[in-house]
Structure formats: structure tokens, C-alpha cells
């Protein structure tokens, strides 16, 4: 069933990293006012990365990160940016991207809005299997048979 909601207590989110054999995956609740840089340090806490990368967040075509002078882009400034600006039905997906140079690529789903009860804080529910090590000599599209 698909809900909707103007201004949801809290979602719960399915993370996945993409192109891997043996799915990667975290299921997780935050509070709908989270910011995009608090969804950040949570996803980087909940997947076990290290937060030692840049990331971005795609929502349709447009990306939110921090953008940096030096290499302009079409990115827009996640800073102030809360998730529930951009989230209003159950069934949504959107993209998290880490680190810029071997392009962790994650699927997240919005699975449920909560709208019945107060969601304060992120809480990791469920998952399986870590990521792969941040730093590693594995070419890019290779660390898909990656096992833990």
C-alpha cells in the first residue's frame, strides 16, 4: 500500500550497494527533519564506511553534496537540505553515491512513512554483509564477488 504524507515523522529506508553478487543492504529509520549531511554520517555509520570521501545524494536529476569551486558542476548545496523536502510516497527511490573515485553507488527505498509514532533518532533494524574495504586495489566493476 502507498502512503502519503505532507510532513512525515519519519521514514524507513532500505540501502543497498549496487553491483555486488551477494547483496549489501541496511535497513534503517531517521527522522523525517534529518538533514541531507545527517543522512550522510548516518548511511556512512549503518554500511560501516569510514567518512573518508566525498559523497552525493541524486534525487531524479539533480544532485546535492558539497560542491567545490575548484571543479564546478551542476551539484547543489545538500547544507540545510532536510530528507522530507524531497520524499513524499512509499515506493521512492533515490541515489547515495561515496566516494568519487571507485563510485560506491547505493539504491535507497523509501519502504515506510512513519507517520503514528515519534522517530527522534536513526536506528539500524537489519542488514547483511559489510561493505568492502574503503582503500583497495580492487579495479572498479571487480569487487563484485566480494563475500563477507
Partial sequence: MRGSVEAPVGFQLRIELREVLRPVWRRFLVPG???LPGLHR?????MGWENCHLHLF???????????????????????RRLRE????EGEMFGYQYDFGDNWEHDVVVERIVTGAEVTAARCLEG??????????VPPGTWSIWKP
Avoid: A, H, W
Avoid at 548516518?42 to 549503518?46: A, K, L, P
Avoid at 541524486?58 to 540545510?80: A, H, L, Q, T, V
Avoid at 547483511?128 to 586495489?137: A, D, G, L, W
Fill in 58 to 80: 541524486r534525487f531524479g536529476k539533480k544532485e546535492y553534496g558539497i560542491p567545490d569551486p575548484e571543479y564546478p558542476s551542476e551539484m547543489r548545496n545538500e547544507r540545510g
Fill in 86 to 89: 524531497f520524499l513524499r510516497e
Fill in 42 to 46: 548516518v548511511i556512512q555509520e549503518v
Fill in 33 to 35: 527533519s534529518i538533514t
Fill in 128 to 137: 547483511e554483509r559489510s561493505c568492502p574495504p574503503e582503500v583497495s586495489e
